[in-house]
């Protein structure tokens, strides 16, 4: 490795650095969220796990305050897909990724609307919404009563994709339960400074949080194009690095690179998280062999499990007669020093996760 040029093993260090995982880290869980540009929340429990294994201290009820005061929320972001993250990031990275919807709404499906005077229903819907949050099931209804012709849950659909739409606690809490139901990210967010949209700061953000990283690195995270010419325009304000296969690599300038040597803890990272999705060569943080046993065909990217720096398995918890189970699922057999470090390391957790259960337990199945 020369100066300007890095290795798997390198970038695998900086990105768990930049990802908050090589050690926790004191801060506050809207600190966090805010340094990780946002978490992929498509499941309402991954982040506290995710939160959990970066920071000191942290406790599965620490999001509760900040998501009923509304300074972090869940709303659809990077990808098209619902993300936790603080309040100025939504109403920054909203408008940015709007485009992404857009797409859809321009797809083969959005054919079965053409004679729905859309821009009336999402006016319509947007009235109603902010009078007080519904969910799906209940905008249908208000929907298919205002256009009884029309087909409501396609109605409901685009409403979704064209509207800034945020998914209001208790949904997102720990240990809460109840339907999803939505609300206008304007009504939510009344009163608060609403900051100029800024693709340069997206960028800068994500190189923060992620990076080295390529162009295309940039839009696998975000799920915008054309993002080439943001970083030409950037350039000044980056240092360029080349990865093994000589792609140029973009990062500010003082942003940590550890070097291949830094140790990485086991660390449990949950069920979608950002860690795994966020770049298009995700060997520098899972083998190709691995990521087909991870990423599923129906879209599920199941919890993982870290060991020096890679993921080596998946996990996942279970509950039965009051007892917590955490249930390992090795890719490989593990040495015994790892296995008694994750096995600690999974006690700890499900101790944070299951506090009341009458016991806790680590389970080791044998690697296929």
Same mark, same amino acid.
């Given at each position: ?10 970038? &695998? ?31 309402? &429990? ?76 999402v006016a319509y819907a947007r009235k109603v919404l902010e009078e007080e949050p519904r969910s799906d099931k209940e905008l249908r209804a208000v929907l298919g009563e205002r256009w009884p012709d029309a087909d409501a849950a396609l109605l409901v659909w685009a409403v979704r994709l064209s509207l800034p739409l945020v998914q ?105 998280? &950002?860690l795994l999705l966020s770049h298009t060569d995700r060997t520098r943080i899972i083998s190709e062999e691995h990521r087909a046993r991870v990423f599923t065909v129906n879209g599920i990217i199941r919890a993982t499990y870290l060991v020096d720096g890679y993921v080596h398995g998946t996990w996942k918890i279970g509950k039965a ?48």
């Open positions: 490795m020369t100066a300007d040029r890095l290795d798997g093993r390198a970038l &695998n260090r900086a990105l768990l650095d930049r990802q908050l995982l090589l050690r926790r880290h004191r801060m506050t869980a809207v600190e966090a969220v805010e340094h990780l540009v946002g978490m992929q929340s498509q499941a309402p &429990n991954p982040p506290h796990v995710g939160l959990w294994s970066r920071l000191e201290g942290f406790g599965f009820d620490d999001l509760t305050a900040p998501m009923t005061d509304r300074r972090v929320l869940r709303i659809v972001l990077m990808r098209g897909t619902l993300h936790l993250v603080g309040a100025r990031d939504a109403l920054m990275l909203r408008p940015l990724t709007q485009p992404i919807l857009d797409g859809h709404l321009r797809s083969p499906r959005a054919a079965g609307l053409a004679a729905v005077d859309l821009p009336a229903a209001v606690p208790p949904r997102g809490i720990w240990g809460a339960s109840g339907i999803a139901r939505h609300t206008t990210l304007e009504a939510w967010l009344d009163g608060h400074d609403v900051p100029e949209p800024s693709v340069e700061e997206m960028v800068l953000r994500y190189l923060g949080a992620f990076g080295p990283a390529t162009v295309q690195d940039v839009q696998q995270w975000s799920g915008l194009t054309r993002l080439g010419e943001v970083v030409e325009r950037l350039l000044p304000r980056l240092r360029v690095f080349r990865d093994e296969a000589g792609r140029a690599l973009y990062d500010l300038p003082d942003a940590p690179r550890p070097g291949p040597e830094a140790e990485a803890p086991v660390r449990f990272v949950p069920d979608f998280d &950002n007669r009051g007892e917590a189970a955490l249930r390992l699922s090795p890719f490989a057999p593990v040495p015994a020093g790892e296995r008694d470090a994750l096995a600690e390391e999974g006690r700890r957790l499900l101790a944070a996760a299951h506090p009341d259960a009458k016991a806790h337990r680590v389970e080791f199945e044998r690697p296929e």
